[in-house]
């Protein structure tokens, strides 16, 4: 009975990691979903900390660095601390998820990420 039991608690957790898989979007894909909430999956390109810009900006490019970049993940200054480390240097050449409302800004697609819940590494 036990093995069983086991095997559906596996079955169940294998689909739901499976359906979470399947709703990421690539970075290609995010100008596709503009408004729409969405979890957005990519290999960190290029990272760059703007300390010196309005807002302070950190800008984690997805898939293809500065200035050719088709997805931005954005973490204002006043965020950077809700994050582990710098972000720049934290999220520099990993694979990351963000997820949030994607947005457009001069025709590029990006999410502005509040908090690092919102950013998971993997998949």
């Not at 069983?4 to 990421?24: E, K, M, Q, W």
Request: net charge positive.
């Amino acid at each position: 009975m036990k093995s069983v039991f086991y095997a559906l608690i596996l079955s169940f957790l294998l689909t739901v990691s499976v359906a979470f898989a399947a709703d990421s979007i690539s970075p290609e894909d995010a100008i596709n979903h503009i408004g729409q909430q969405a979890t957005v999956c990519g290999n960190v390109a290029s990272t760059h900390f703007s300390s010196r810009s309005k807002g302070q900006p950190t800008f984690i490019n997805l898939n293809r660095p500065y200035p050719n970049q088709i997805f931005t993940v954005l973490i204002w200054g006043s965020d950077r601390s809700k994050f582990p480390g710098a972000p720049e240097n934290y999220y520099s050449n990993k694979r990351i998820c963000v997820s949030g409302k994607i947005q457009q800004y001069k025709g590029a697609p990006e999410i502005i990420a509040r908090s690092a819940n919102q950013i998971s590494e993997g998949k």
